[in-house]
């Protein structure tokens, strides 16, 4: 069947629903919890724990996605999820106990599983293979500038209601981007959740190697992030000077999406892998040049929003578009566990090594990154054509066998 062609509107207004659904679940806390320390009487980390407990739901539901992609599209699904976001919201500021917003953040990982970027991401390479990844990245683009505008945007709230106000606010703004995202084709997808054929070596090894990766560099990204206030005062700088973190992060996407196909993902990868280690570096010399670690919040900042572009397009050289979602569902979930575990590492490496002793431990973990990158980019060329001719001899039961030498193809 012929790919359809995208809709011109579809990557300003999914952009504009990941924006709004980052912002109003993912960032959320961030802008509020001040406010809902100071009324409710819970400490910081009991109202952050609402935000790990959806990450540990993401993972359980993970596996399901592929499925409810099948059955009802990628339209339902992400509106639905989307839905279900803002009705948590619409909870959080009715809950007057701690159970109660837990079960709130509950029903929010359910919907941040089901219309945050993988998702999305799934239904349409799905819908489009390798066309979506242009849209891909300019959905990342917009969804990247939802701390920029929701964290300001919440503070300003604050000044003129309360809390439970702004939550009340925020369903609406759910509400808003559920009908964004109608622009997404309504057609069920053609979602492989059971490969027919066995996995060839090279699959079975470039999805360990994917997982593992992805796992790595989402503890190493997501920790950093949420730790970089201290990271920033301990060398002496103002807090503000985290905003570099977003230009960078959007500055990248950005520069990716000018650059367009001359890119590849395996290049991307690769690029972004072999730049962590020494971001690192230059972060580690905060001690000698304080300037370094502004250089560290702009250069990190620029890799995490390099990485959120190497975790959706590189399973597109790795997979079919049509197992795809199937895939990235199972080889995720060690990412989503290591995102909810980060937070708590991260503070207790702080605590017992220092900051800088923390950045070390980091330092390594990249070097590692780095290694798997390069493993998973090796021979790219030759393993695709490898891949392509035994799958096809698996799935229409070619007699002849493929050639010994890839380059006779």
Known sequence: ???????????????????????????????????ISADRGWSSPQI????????????????????????FGGQKVVMGGTLLIAISCAGMAYTQTLFGWYCAWLVTGVGMRLSLYDALFAALVNLYGQQARRTISRVTLAGGLASAIF??????????????????????FGLLSAALIRTLPRQRLT????????????????????????????????????????FITHFGLPVVVGMLWGFGQTGARAMEVMAGTRITPFNLTLFTAIAMPICFLVGLSSALFVWCAAGFVLGYGAINGLVTLVKATLPLELFSPESYAARTGILLIPGQLMAAA??????????TLGIVGAMWVSAGLTLVIAGLAIAIVRLPGRLTA???????????????????NLSDT
């Not at 359809?4 to 709004?20: D, E, K």
């Not at 993972?59 to 409810?68: D, E, I, K, N, T």
């Not at 980060?342 to 605590?351: D, I, R, T, V």
Request: net charge positive.
């Open 342 to 351: 980060s937070p708590f590492a991260y503070a207790w490496l702080n605590k």
């Open 151 to 172: 964290w300001p945007l919440g503070d300003g709230l604050l000044h003129v209601m309360g809390w439970q106000d702004v939550l009340r606010v925020y369903a609406l």
């Open 1 to 35: 069947m012929e790919t359809p062609a995208l809709p011109r509107r579809l990557a300003l207004t999914a952009g504009c629903n990941q924006l709004i659904n980052w912002g109003i679940s993912f960032y959320m806390p961030g802008t509020l919890a001040r406010s």
């Open 48 to 71: 952050y724990f609402g935000l790990t407990l959806a990450m540990l739901v993401m993972a359980a539901v993970s596996p399901f996605v592929a499925r409810l992609l099948a059955r």
């Open 191 to 230: 979602v492989t959740t059971k490969v027919s054929t066995p996995p060839l070596n090279n699959e079975r090894r470039n999805g360990w190697l994917y997982a593992v990766f992805i796992a790595l560099i989402t503890f190493v990204s997501n920790g950093t992030s949420t730790h970089l206030p201290e």
């Open 386 to 404: 490898l891949h392509c001719i035994q799958r096809a001899t698996l799935t229409n039961g070619y007699k002849t066998a493929p050639p010994a």
